[in-house]
């Protein structure tokens, strides 16, 4: 098709420093020179996932101010982190799960609705093992789990303290088919009042 294709990974990742407190826009910043070094001219299509979609979004909103054209801002399954939203208490939970499953019989239904608890616990305990070592540990090895798990946290502090500005194109959001049933977003996941 034509289009190069660069993939940055968290600055952080690759190194077994401490992990510095950094913003959003500290971040797009830091990406932008990367990105800057390899292509120099856009137009640029910039998607990211998660934490990565709201680099992106910010990572447009700067190249614009630097006089570039960005043709394209995708996000994958990206949140505004100042979107409103409803964390379901464990009935809730429950309750979406099961709305989730209404093409399936009921044995079938009872079924993945014991393997999804089962799962959860699962990974609730395994994250906060997984937490407790994060936080207790020094800066770990790069690319080993534990970096991830430190960046990962570090990433979601600074997705918080992110409040998106207005980015002068369109966002397209890819959101996966099945909701989260775990925190109920708005359709638009917040990005409406931004694009």
């Known amino acids: 098709t034509g289009h190069p294709v660069h993939a940055i990974e968290a600055l952080s990742l690759s190194n077994s420093a401490p992990i510095p407190e ?12 990367e990105l800057l070094a390899v292509h120099p001219a856009g137009p640029f299509r910039l998607a990211g996932y998660s934490f990565g979609g709201v680099v992106a979004h910010e990572m447009a909103c700067q190249l614009v101010e630097m006089g570039h054209r960005v043709e394209f801002l995708g996000l994958f ?63 770990a090895e790069p690319h080993s789990d534990l970096r991830r798990v430190q960046v990962r946290e570090e990433n979601w502090r600074a997705m918080q303290a992110y409040k998106p500005r207005p980015y002068p ?20 996941f917040g990005w409406s009042g931004v694009a």
Do not use: C
């Not at 950094?22 to 020179?33: C, G, N, R």
């Not at 959101?175 to 708005?186: G, H, I, L, R």
């Open 22 to 33: 950094s913003s959003v826009e500290e971040t797009a910043t830091a990406y932008i020179q």
């Open 77 to 139: 399954d990206t949140h505004n982190p100042t979107a409103p939203s409803k964390r379901y208490s464990i009935t809730g939970r429950l309750g979406a799960f099961w709305q989730q499953q209404d093409d399936l019989p009921l044995p079938a239904k009872l079924e993945r609705l014991r393997e999804r608890i089962a799962e959860g616990i699962t990974v609730h305990r395994q994250v906060k093992r997984e937490l407790a070592e994060a936080m207790t540990m020094g800066p």
């Open 169 to 188: 194109g369109a966002i397209t959001l890819f959101k996966a088919m099945t909701p989260s049933d775990k925190v109920e977003w708005p359709a638009d």
